[in-house]
């Protein structure tokens, strides 16, 4: 009985069904599908991208320097050490290329102090307001990160 009662109830359902479609048919019409297009939400980058090759620490304290913000306690709390308005910062090289291959010279051109220097690392002061332009400007520098 319940299974004659399921049949009955979907072949009402089917008949009903195409003769309500008519009915709204003609809405559907008016409807042009290639005139839809799938379009992502605008992206809100609310927060500024990172220096590429700048450790988050020292990324954030070049950008609170840069906006004449309170970088000196941001450096304090987050262990940076300061020193004349430069940070002591280490240098890593790239894969394959030793400190020998950088030229002492470009790093002095941005007023930085070489401290001291090995194969693939040399630890540097570099005047906070230089960090962007150091870790841009110097090809064969990998990461930059706080001593």
Known sequence: MKK??????????????????????KDYEKINITDF????????DHKPKQIKSLS????????????NKEYIQFAKQSDL??????????????????TADIDENDLKAFGSRIQAKAKHSMRVEI?????????????????????
């Open 81 to 98: 050490q300061i020193i004349e308005d430069r940070v002591v910062v280490t240098i890593s090289t790239k894969p394959g290329i030793t």
């Open 127 to 147: 005047p906070i307001n230089e960090l962007e332009n150091v870790s841009t400007a110097i090809k064969e520098l990998g990461v930059i990160s706080p001593s």
């Open 37 to 44: 297009r799938i379009e992502s939400p605008p992206k809100t």
């Open 4 to 25: 004659i009662n399921k049949k009955i109830f979907i072949l009402l359902f089917f008949i009903i069904g195409i003769q309500i479609d008519p009915v709204f048919a």
């Open 56 to 67: 988050s620490r020292l990324d954030r304290l070049y950008k609170l320097h840069a906006e």
